[in-house]
């Protein structure tokens, strides 16, 4: 990449504008806002506003010029042309170069988020360990979203033994998770390192088309149980309802029994899931809008 300058304008011939993880290429990621324009030593530029992803933090950078050195500041129109198809709020990826006072774009990129790291609750794993945090050893959880690292710590809790130690429960769930897996986290409390309230896997909806629904309820225990098997992208799959206990009873959720009653074979369905005792469950089951056939 070949760099130029005129006055504190940083001139940039060659960049990229390919979309890129902004984590693997040491980008910044955020919400892009508008284009304006303003004055850098005496010359009318023209910049790019942009906002950190949640909103809190407002951010300008100088759209580089396209003439040749001392030359009169004109902006690149590649450069112009990709700002032209970005809308408001759209998350995007970019690297500046710093020159004197003015941060000017080196590279620009949408970003292209992994699954659930949209979602409102959704991160990715990165890792879990001990760490110190208030003068005391707690189990803490890395995570990432839109490149920007957050910790949090396993809830302590009173265990058999009657000593204070990582809630088992969660403690299990990190133990199963690899690096970048995207879990569903809330917060408890405001420091520097909050408490995880609440952690599960995240899966995307599935789409399929419903072939059947088997219930069963043993009559002796009261224990019910229920399965649907959904045909996703030529592939037979089958997954069990969510359950509750209540009353020493194994319960099926009536959500998902519900909406599977009102299903009929080769119905377009959306499947939603989340983890219970390590697999994968059924939460609810939409009927999805049927596909068009050319």
Do not use: C, H
Request: cysteine-free; hydrophobic content about 35%; aromatic content about 6%.
């Amino acid at each position: 990449m070949k760099l130029l300058r005129s006055g504190l304008v940083m001139l940039v011939i060659g960049l990229s504008f390919s979309v890129l993880s902004a984590a693997e290429k040491g980008a910044k990621v955020y919400r892009f806002v508008m284009v304006g324009q303003g004055r850098v030593e005496r010359q009318q530029v023209v910049q790019i506003m942009v906002t950190s992803v949640n909103g809190s933090e407002k951010f300008t950078f100088v759209i580089p010029s396209s003439a040749e050195k001392d030359k009169p500041y004109t902006p690149d129109e590649s450069v112009v042309e990709i700002v032209k198809e970005l809308k408001r709020g759209d998350v995007i990826a970019i690297t500046t170069k710093k020159f004197e006072k003015v941060d000017a774009v080196s590279t620009i990129s949408r970003y292209e988020a992994k699954p659930g790291e949209e979602e409102r609750d959704g991160y990715l794993f990165l890792r879990g360990a001990n760490e110190e945090v208030g003068g005391k050893t707690a189990y803490v959880v890395t995570l990432s979203k839109y490149g920007e690292e957050t910790k949090a710590m396993v809830r302590p809790v009173r265990n058999k033994e009657g000593e204070m130690a990582p809630d088992e429960e969660t403690m299990a769930l990190v133990g199963r998770l690899q690096k970048d897996d995207p879990v569903l986290v809330k917060f408890a409390g405001r420091g520097e390192v909050p408490m995880i309230a609440g952690i599960e896997r995240y899966f995307p909806p599935i789409e399929g088309e419903f072939v059947k629904l088997e219930y069963s309820k043993d009559e002796e225990t009261g224990n019910e149980s229920a399965t649907v098997e959904v045909l996703v992208e030529g592939v037979s799959k089958t997954w069990p309802l969510e359950t509750d206990e209540r009353g020493g009873k194994t319960v099926v959720e009536s959500k998902p029994l519900s909406a599977a009653k009102r299903l009929k074979e080769g119905d377009p369905v959306i499947v939603a899931l989340r983890e219970q005792a390590a697999e994968q469950v059924v939460t609810d089951i939409d009927r999805g809008k049927r596909k068009k056939t050319e």
